[in-house]
RNA sequence: CGGGGUGUGGCGCAGUUGAUAGCGCGCCCGGUUUGGGACCGGGAGGUCGAAGGUUUGAGUCCUUUCACCCCGACCA
């Protein structure tokens, strides 16, 4: 991709009206475009980044078996009404629209009983057990207030996965490897050393349900951890939590952290609320036993860049960052033909490449390197070109060494 | 939803005690520049969130309303 072709433009000034780290970054590098408050649209660059995150987790679901589906945001009433979720007073965070006829409808702000709805049609027999599905869908809520840019918007990317067992040592056994795969996940985006498993509130059929928690200041709650042991607590359940766990509340530190996941064991509680069974070995209808796993794309996007950004701008890890290299070319026709090599040589070996083709001055494009983030930067300039070098610079460390462009190849290859 | 703040060219802002708008960035044209967001000259672009009101006269005052940001509450 060609910085010239990018119909996306950075700015020098800072949205005025965004305090969030994330979102002042993002727009102004061109990531995002602010539609309304809590509404954000995904230009190039940050659609790279999404897809990027998407493609980790995607993997690691299909690894533990998971099988991908999508839903549809328009939901039925009568879906929710079987849980009594319907009712705006139970579940305040509804949008809710009608059909030209008045028959009325919800726009998804969770699948949880859509999906099961689904299932029940396909799963009948304790041999169609386990199972388990998941999606990547937009999910619609009518927060009173949105915060934190894209960290808590009205429409947010979520992976959700249900998984479905016959017995509950089923699901635990499940439940336990899905654990495993979401640390999987936040390590390879970067985040896996500030991300804890946590005890938190709202588990239906055990004591806790479990959060995936990564410290960042930008986030909404708090957190005590113990580093060492690998134990964090949600601040709602820390009493409980310690008694539990036979831990000292000294021992823990308070942090501030982000939810970047959590995951719920409802054993048979929703299953058996909408009537949905399973026939067993043995001829007996027994309800199913079911747990989630959420994951939030958009918001892990916004902790990344919570997390990584410097006063400079956004700095990707590479396994998220929607170009590995960022090409700058300096000077005149001898610089140009060896940047459209290099580009090239780059790109046909794998090597996602933004080329900065700009007739721009270099302050500006190292400037605009920067801001954007990518993990590498690359010079071809006149002055390096009599060198016989080309300089590579990490946006992390901001460390410039000058190589050959075999050495280079061999470097980012 | 309670409290606080802000709405002025595409973006960021300034507009003193009311007299029909100005700066920076960006954009267009010409020229000089080219390793850390260049410079010179020329130009386009806003009726000041919206509606109503006070006044000879409103971006400046009043009322209503909408939007956005922050704190809190909420987040199954």
Same mark, same amino acid.
């Given at each position: !991709? ?5 119909f996306?433009?950075?700015?020098? =000034?800072?949205?005025g #009206?965004?305090?969030a ?13 602010k539609?309304?408050?809590g ?9 790279r980044?999404l ?9 690691e ?6 099988q991908e589906?999508?839903?549809s ?10 849980t ?5 007073e139970?579940? %305040?965070?509804w949008?809710?629209t +009608?059909?030209?006829? #008045? ?14 709805? !689904? !299932? ?5 027999s ?8 998941y ?5 619609l809520r ?10 808590r918007?009205?429409e ?5 996965m249900?998984?479905l ?9 499940y ?7 979401? =640390? ?7 985040i896996g050393d500030?991300t804890?498993v ?5 588990g239906?059929f055990t ?15 708090v ?6 042991k690998?134990i ?14 036979g831990?000292?509340?000294s021992?823990?530190?308070?942090? +501030? ?7 719920f =064991?409802?054993g ?10 399973f026939?067993d070995?043995?001829?007996?209808q027994?309800?199913?036993y079911?747990a ?7 918001r892990?996007m ?6 990584f950004? #410097?006063?400079?701008?956004?700095v ?6 929607p ?5 700058v070319?300096?000077g ?7 940047? #459209? ?13 933004l ?7 270099p302050g500006? +494009?190292?400037? %605009?390197?920067?801001?954007?983030g !990518?993990?590498?930067?690359v010079?071809?300039?006149d002055?390096?070109?009599?060198a016989?070098?080309?300089e590579?610079?990490?946006r992390?460390?901001?460390?410039a ?13």
């Amino acid at each position: !991709m060609k910085v010239s072709q990018l119909f996306t433009k950075t700015s020098k =000034n800072v949205p005025g #009206d965004e305090t969030a780290k994330n979102a002042r970054l993002l727009i102004q590098a061109g990531y995002v475009y602010k539609v309304m408050a809590g509404v954000y649209a995904y230009t190039p660059l940050g659609l790279r980044v999404l897809e990027n995150i998407k493609r980790i987790v995607r993997e690691e679901m299909n690894a533990i078996g998971g099988q991908e589906i999508i839903m549809s945001s328009l939901q039925r009433r009568e879906t929710w009404e079987t849980t009594g979720r319907w009712d705006d007073e139970v579940v %305040d965070v509804w949008f809710k629209t +009608k059909l030209k006829d #008045d028959t009325e409808l919800g726009l998804a702000w969770s699948h949880e009983e859509a999906i099961m709805e !689904m !299932m029940q049609q396909f799963v009948k027999s304790y041999k169609d057990l386990p199972t388990s599905v998941y999606q990547f869908q937009t999910k619609l809520r009518n927060e009173l207030r949105a915060k934190s840019g894209i960290m808590r918007g009205r429409e947010f990317v979520m992976k959700d996965m249900y998984s479905l067992h016959a017995s509950a040592e089923d699901l635990d056994t499940y439940y336990s490897g899905a654990i495993e795969a979401y =640390n999987r996940v936040y390590d390879r985006l970067g985040i896996g050393d500030d991300t804890y498993v946590t005890f938190a509130s709202g588990g239906a059929f055990t004591k806790f349900s479990h959060e995936f928690q990564t410290i960042c200041d930008a986030g909404e709650d708090v957190l005590y951890v113990h580093r060492e042991k690998n134990i964090a607590v949600n601040e709602e359940v820390l009493d409980d939590a310690v008694k539990e766990l036979g831990i000292e509340k000294s021992e823990l530190e308070k942090v +501030k952290s982000a939810e970047v996941g959590n995951i719920f =064991n409802f054993g048979t509680d929703k299953s058996e609320t909408m009537g949905i069974r399973f026939t067993d070995s043995d001829g007996t209808q027994k309800p199913i036993y079911l747990a989630s796993y959420g994951i939030g794309i958009t918001r892990a996007m916004g902790v990344i860049v919570e997390k990584f950004a #410097d006063d400079k701008g956004l700095v990707w890890p590479e396994s998220v960052a929607p170009f590995t290299v960022y090409l700058v070319r300096i000077g005149g026709d001898e610089a140009t033909k060896q940047a #459209d090599e290099l580009y090239a040589e780059l790109t046909s070996k794998g090597i996602e490449v933004l080329y900065d083709d700009r007739d721009e001055r270099p302050g500006t +494009k190292f400037a %605009d390197a920067e801001l954007m983030g !990518m993990p590498h930067r690359v010079t071809v300039s006149d002055r390096l070109i009599e060198a016989g070098k080309l300089e590579h610079t990490e946006r992390t460390s901001g460390e410039a060494v000058q190589l050959t462009r075999s050495e280079l190849v061999a470097r980012l290859g």
